[in-house]
């Protein structure tokens, strides 16, 4: 069950341009390419990177170089995000591979002012988990940040940066089913998911407006929890369906059984349909939606239910032509713009 798909296969799944939106040193993802193009395991190749630059890390923080020893934490962790990836379902290398991914993480935001906060949140008889990254300045509201069937919290740093740099607070959040509230806190996609993101929402709802922003099926997530949530002031779905489906290849079959918990399709399936978008939800806030015209996964038509939700008339539609899912190849671009975006709508609220 948990046997590692042929290189190929993870370099299908996880392209340069994903590694890279997601924080990976250019040079470890060429590296990595000429590990397991040697024959080296995926797992054990970006594990070595990792451990290189974790210990790059450290030296630099004995001898006081608080920001290397940052960018090189930061580098450790996005070599184990897609070290642990290589496992679609959970077992004990899984485990591992994501508890140094969440070390690095913490030594990373450990030196920041303020430091970032490793949340964990009480729902539904588990725990959600989390990471709260807060600008140094006043904040005048926080987006939660949050992917879908992989990835997960650490994988959207830079995103958080960029809210930072805006006044706006980040949280990283790992929803059911996802990283670490699904390792350690024994939540699957079983649950009442809309109710899981609105307590990230309760979470940060005292340090201003709201926004989600949601990706992949994150996006989902985020478009089904802001009709449900009036709190929420603005939301955005990057390549999310309105109404999921099991898609014909293997990655996303196992991704969404591990989320879930069962390897039953039809109960997959059926699962997919209790959390889609309903056709009588609507969204009352700022709705923004982002499409890739290369996007093998998800198309504007199974998007185009966001928009058509919205009762607000700050509705839009942004694609990029050749833009690959979730945007990866324009990932500095799409970042400023939905940062810029929330900035505009969670300090000037209608």
């Known amino acids: 069950m948990n046997a590692l798909a042929p290189a190929e296969a993870l370099w299908r799944a996880m392209s340069p341009t994903r590694m890279l939106d997601c924080g990976m040193d250019y040079a470890d993802v060429l590296e990595l390419q000429t590990l397991t193009g040697a024959g080296i395991a995926w797992d054990v190749a970006a594990e070595e990177l ?54 690095a993480f913490a030594a990373a935001g450990a030196s920041r002012n303020p430091r970032w906060e490793h949340l964990e949140i009480p729902f539904s008889g588990g725990r959600l988990f989390g990471w709260l990254i807060r600008p140094p300045g006043p904040v005048t509201g926080t987006v939660v940040v949050f992917g879908g069937q992989s990835g997960w919290g650490p994988a959207y740093v830079r995103q958080a940066e960029a809210l930072n740099r805006r006044g706006l607070a980040a949280l990283l959040a790992e929803g059911p089913g996802q990283g670490e509230s699904r390792l350690d806190g024994g939540l699957l996609l079983d649950v009442d ?45 990057n390549g999310g369906p309105a109404r999921p489906r099991l898609l014909d290849f293997r990655t996303y079959v196992e991704q969404a059984a591990a989320m879930l918990g069962t390897t039953d399709t039809d109960a997959i399936q059926r699962n997919f349909d209790r959390i889609a978008l309903r056709p009588e939800d609507r969204i009352d806030c700022p709705v923004l939606v982002l499409h890739g015209g290369n996007d093998p996964i998800v198309t504007a038509a199974d998007q185009r239910p966001f928009l058509d939700a919205a009762t607000h008339d700050d509705a839009t539609l942004r694609i990029w032509d050749d833009g690959e899912h979730t945007i990866y190849n324009h990932a500095t671009e799409r970042t400023a713009y939905v940062a810029d975006w929330f900035a505009d709508r969670l300090t000037r609220r209608d």
């Open 193 to 237: 998911v809309r109710a899981a993101y609105s307590a990230f929402v309760d979470h940060v709802l005292a340090r201003g407006p709201v926004g989600l922003w949601g990706n992949s099926n994150g996006g989902l997530f985020a478009g089904t929890t802001a009709a449900s949530d009036r709190r929420v002031a603005a939301v955005c779905v």
């Open 50 to 103: 990792g451990d290189r630059q974790f210990a790059r890390a450290r030296a630099a923080e004995e001898a006081g170089r608080v920001v290397t020893a940052e960018e090189a934490y930061l580098a450790a962790t996005a070599c184990y995000l897609f070290a642990q990836m290589a496992y679609n379902f959970d077992g004990p290398r899984k485990r591992q591979l994501y508890t140094r991914l969440t070390e």
